[in-house]
């Protein structure tokens, strides 16, 4: 991956990288909104199997409309086969916070990515870090610590979920800044979603029998896979510009929007 070298380029990647991150925050909020409310009426691992369908559906066609590989040589590179693993454990226990947790609750959990992906990048990539950001970093999850009040009513054991899908989100964001550039965004799509399936189909061996979905389930689903297509994209190319200590921390906006509509949906 090249990095723009230039003050004004990398101030611009920044500002392209932060805007797109939040675009994804937004449209994620929605995206877990309609399948919380899905999986309340089918088991989660049949959501999850619909939705990665939907999503490498979407993701296939823009590849062939690209003129694009659909199974490039790369996707068989460590790293993408590690970034399927992170993208499964991430979906996994996630999907499962959202379903046993509430929303609210999950989303101000998830709001720990920023620290774990900033000190990733430090770590593995030098990337610069300056004290003030990390203070800005910290203080943003200490906030987010005030809004969720680990000793209130709304923090369980079951929250642990949300952690393990935090880190698996995580390193599927820091594999992405990783991947061969040789990789369009529709193809990590692809794959990504290909993962999704994948766990779901574990999870409805564990949680089954398949249920036979009602119109509006297919179209609360269809219009998660619009969404999660257009969040996952948003989210690939805010992961490929800017710097990681810059455009991560714009996650925390993800805790506003779920907080809205685990309010509004859900009356949490």
Not at 37 to 53: C, K, N, Q, S, Y
Not at 107 to 126: C, D, K, M, Y
Not at 212 to 231: C, E, H, Q
Request: hydrophobic share 55%; charged share 10%.
């Amino acid at each position: 991956m090249t990095l723009a070298s230039s003050p004004d380029t990398l101030a611009s990647g920044n500002m392209r990288g932060a805007a797109l991150m939040v675009a994804a925050m937004v449209l994620f909020a929605l995206e877990d909104t309609l399948l919380k409310d899905v999986a309340t009426r089918l088991p989660v691992g049949e959501v999850m199997m619909i939705f990665g369908i939907g999503g490498m559906a979407v993701f296939a066609g823009l590849i062939k409309q690209r003129n694009e590989r659909l199974l490039h040589p790369a996707l068989w590179s460590r790293l993408i086969l590690v970034r399927a693993l992170f993208e499964i454990m991430g979906r996994v226990f996630f999907t499962l916070s959202l379903v046993y947790t509430t929303l609210s609750s999950t989303s101000a959990i998830l709001q720990a990515t920023p620290i774990v992906v900033t000190a990733a990048g430090a770590i593995i990539w030098r990337a610069p870090v300056g004290a003030r950001r990390w203070m800005l970093i910290i203080l943003g999850f200490v906030g987010v610590l005030m809004v969720l009040q680990p000793t209130s009513g709304a923090f369980s054991p079951l929250s642990i979920l949300a952690v393990l899908g935090m880190l698996g989100f995580a390193g599927r964001d820091l594999t992405t800044r990783a991947a061969p550039p040789v990789l369009s965004y529709a193809q990590l799509g692809l794959y990504g979603f290909a993962a999704l399936v994948l766990s779901g189909a574990g999870l409805l061996i564990w949680d089954g029998p398949a249920t036979l979905p009602s119109a509006l389930d297919l179209a609360a689903l269809s219009g998660a896979i619009l969404v999660g297509v257009s969040a996952y994209t948003c989210l690939t190319f805010a992961m490929r510009m800017g710097e990681l200590s810059v455009v991560t921390p714009f996650r925390y906006s993800r805790l506003l929007f779920g907080m809205a509509m685990g309010i509004l949906a859900f009356g949490e």
